[in-house]
């Protein structure tokens, strides 16, 4: 009997086997669905549409989809579920294109042993595997002499920068610099500063990247790594200072604020998340399985080994604390709403303007006020409790988006050069 796929709406497609031999012109097929019930399947005349054939139980499980007899959603979806189920494969080839499926979990299978494992072989000779992708275009750069790029993309919490991690550890491993600039962990030094200002919780996945980044590393004539280059895109601004129920802002706030204790953080004047506006709005501040303080550690050994001076890690944290101040700003009404002022007890205007050296007064005339320059002469206007949210707000995206700029410029000067580069490799990850 023929096997057929039918659409599902709840497993979205089913196996049956055709019971009666289809005649052009039938308006259904007589089909045995797995569980034995019989079902007559409508068939729309006009669009010609006859149900997804089945391929034989022989190919199911293959590690390259275009094995497939019948290359279709149905037997695509029914290949990957087998080999992720059954198996326990993450990962299928589709030709060139490799498929992961994410397993939310830790796998023992990206060690150093796994690296060189798959160093030096072809594709077809191995599982399938990301190491098995950087390794096919780290050869064809050898080989070919041509410049190579992998691009990695997929919805929110598929893998992707994970998987661009991965790819770039293999390139430092087997690429290793050929002397002691140690420029391969320079590389990988870079994932934790930039998770850490680009990287927040959605509610599809805790370290979900706000930014799309291109990372481009560069190889000598002998393929060592020599240095690397990284753009970023899109940058998603309004989570600084607006998330939704359950996500949270940028991970770099929670970090601070859960070492706010340290001796070195006392002046920046900071308490525990929750009592900030701008980490505070998602509701719970905290990720399962994430000690926050722990990885201000991490990200901090990270801007030491990239070369950042610990003035310029100070000023940075500085002005990170002054964007939570300057979220907390208390903005009073005054005359009907189209006047307001803030306080200048405030403790919040104080701490900002004394963590970014700002003038008191000017600060606080200038956050609830607005000059008109016309050609004649010069006003100054008062601002609605309302305009004055939305210019502090775009006052603190501003600040941030800069000090993100920044700290990429600062990352790629570390990562930066003099030698001629030969030939390079490029990692994309966008974001779902």
């Known amino acids: 009997y023929t096997r057929v796929w039918i659409p599902d709406p709840d497993q979205v497609w089913r196996s049956a086997e055709i019971i009666k031999d289809y005649k052009e012109g039938d308006k259904s097929l007589h089909l045995k669905l797995e569980d034995e019930t019989l079902y007559e399947y409508p068939i729309d005349l006009q669009g010609n549409e006859l149900p997804f054939l089945r391929n034989p139980d022989i190919l199911v499980g293959e590690n390259d989809l275009t094995a497939l007899s019948y290359l279709h959603e149905p037997a695509v979806l029914h290949n990957l579920k087998v080999r992720f189920l059954e198996s326990n494969h993450i990962y299928t080839y589709c030709g060139i294109v490799l498929v992961a499926i994410n397993p939310y979990e830790q796998l023992p299978i990206y060690e150093q042993d ?22 096919e275009a780290y050869k064809q750069m050898a080989r070919d002499e041509k410049n190579q790029s992998i691009i990695v993309s997929g919805e929110s919490g598929a893998g992707k920068t994970v998987s661009a991690k991965y790819a770039m550890r293999f390139f430092a491993t087997v690429g290793g610099s050929a002397s002691d600039t140690n420029i391969e962990a320079k590389v990988l030094a870079s994932s934790p500063i930039m998770e850490a200002i680009g990287n927040a919780k959605t509610t599809r996945n805790d370290n979900s990247s706000r930014f799309g980044k291109y990372i481009q590393i560069g190889f000598d004539k002998r393929y060592h790594i020599i240095g690397a280059n990284m753009r970023t895109y899109l940058l998603e601004k309004s989570r600084v200072v607006f998330q939704a129920e359950d996500e949270r802002n940028y991970h770099i706030f929670y970090q601070l604020c859960a070492s706010a204790s340290l001796p070195e953080f006392k002046d920046l004047g900071l308490t525990c998340a929750e009592d900030f506006f701008y980490t505070s709005q998602g509701g719970d501040t905290s990720i399962d399985g994430v000690d926050d303080a722990d990885d201000l550690e991490k990200t901090r050994h990270a801007f030491t080994l990239l070369g950042v001076k610990e003035s310029h890690q100070t000023t940075i944290f500085r002005i990170i604390a002054a964007i939570l101040h300057l979220g907390n700003l208390e903005i009073q009404g005054e005359r009907d709403g189209d006047a307001c002022s803030v306080s200048s007890e405030d403790e919040h205007l104080a701490n900002f303007c004394a963590l970014l050296g700002l003038e008191h007064g000017q600060m606080q005339h200038w956050l609830c006020h607005r000059k008109l320059v016309t050609t004649a002469e010069t006003y100054v206007k008062n601002m609605s409790v309302q305009q004055v949210l939305n210019a502090r707000d775009a006052l603190a995206k501003h600040i941030y988006a800069q000090l993100f700029n920044w700290i990429v410029q600062h990352i790629n000067k570390a990562l930066h050069t003099t030698v001629k580069q030969h030939s390079f490799i490029g990692v994309l990850d966008i974001y779902g």
């Open 114 to 135: 796994v690296i060189y494992a798959y160093s030096g072989q072809n594709v077809g000779d191995m599982d399938p595997h990301i190491f098995a992708v950087a390794e």
